[in-house]
T-cell receptor
Framework: NAGVTQTPKFQVLKTGQSMTLQCAQD?????MYWYRQDPGMGLRLIYY???????DKGEVPNGYNVSRLNKREFSLRLESAAPSQTSVYFC????????????FGDGTRLSIL | AQSVTQPDIHITVSEGASLELRCNYS??????LFWYVQSPGQGLQLLLK??????LVQGIKGFEAEFKRSQSSFNLRKPSVHWSDAAEYFC????????????????FGQGTILTVHP
């Protein structure tokens, strides 16, 4: 079972470049999420999509945009990358039920020079 | 707003010793609580969850956690640690927001890095 698949796994960008991180899930989940992980700060929610066709801001949305392409796919775009966006990005999927766990991809390690 | 605190950034134990990782949350209603583990270079794997019923929950890999409402805590325990348990552990809370749904959103603690000495 693939679960949640993120591409690419690693990427190095220069300041000002743009990039889209891809995420796909095969668990028929309605909700999808993008987090960033920084040392000592846990995971912080960037954007989420409660269902196909809807997106909403999380805790740290500035500098990012998202697209819920269909039920399976949820992409995260950096329009003009900044060094402060160097991080590990995780995509997750789940249901809208708060008592159900989210399922995570393996992450994208992004460095911005 | 809800919050989660993991007071210990880094814990070191010897293999075979017992383990307790602390987690405190802040939320007015009954929270839904999770523990995840992250091995180096990997995503997060669910260890266990609590949302109702018995306050002592069992998870995978021999872990358990106890929900204590009076202390707003959900500490993770394991009686005997194995070298393969070395990883980073995250506590997370999911809850209904007043007047709506949280859409399954989670709030994570800062994480605790576990080192296991042979």
């Amino acid at each position: 079972n693939a679960g949640v698949t993120q591409t690419p796994k690693f990427q190095v960008l220069k300041t000002g470049q743009s990039m889209t991180l891809q995420c796909a899930q095969d668990m028929n989940h309605n909700s999808m999420y993008w987090y960033r992980q920084d040392p000592g700060m846990g995971l912080r929610l960037i954007y989420y999509s409660a269902s196909e066709g809807t997106t909403d801001k999380g805790e740290v949305p500035n500098g990012y945009n998202v697209s819920r392409l269909n039920k399976r796919e949820f992409s995260l775009r950096l329009e003009s990358a900044a060094p402060s966006q160097t991080s590990v990005y995780f995509c997750a999927s789940g249901t809208v039920d708060s008592n159900q766990p989210q399922h995570f991809g393996d992450g994208t390690r992004l460095s911005i020079l | 707003a809800q919050s989660v605190t993991q007071p210990d950034i880094h814990i070191t134990v010897s293999e075979g010793a017992s383990l307790e990782l602390r987690c405190n949350y802040s939320y007015g209603a009954t929270p839904y609580l999770f523990w995840y583990v992250q091995s180096p270079g990997q995503g997060l794997q669910l260890l266990l969850k609590y949302f109702s019923g018995d306050t002592l929950v069992q998870g995978i890999k021999g872990f358990e956690a106890e929900f204590k409402r009076s202390q707003s805590s959900f500490n993770l325990r394991k009686p005997s640690v194995h070298w393969s348990d070395a990883a980073e552990y995250f506590c997370a809370v999911g809850a209904l927001w007043a007047g709506g749904t949280s859409y399954g959103k989670l709030t994570f603690g800062q994480g605790t890095i576990l080192t296991v000495h042979p």
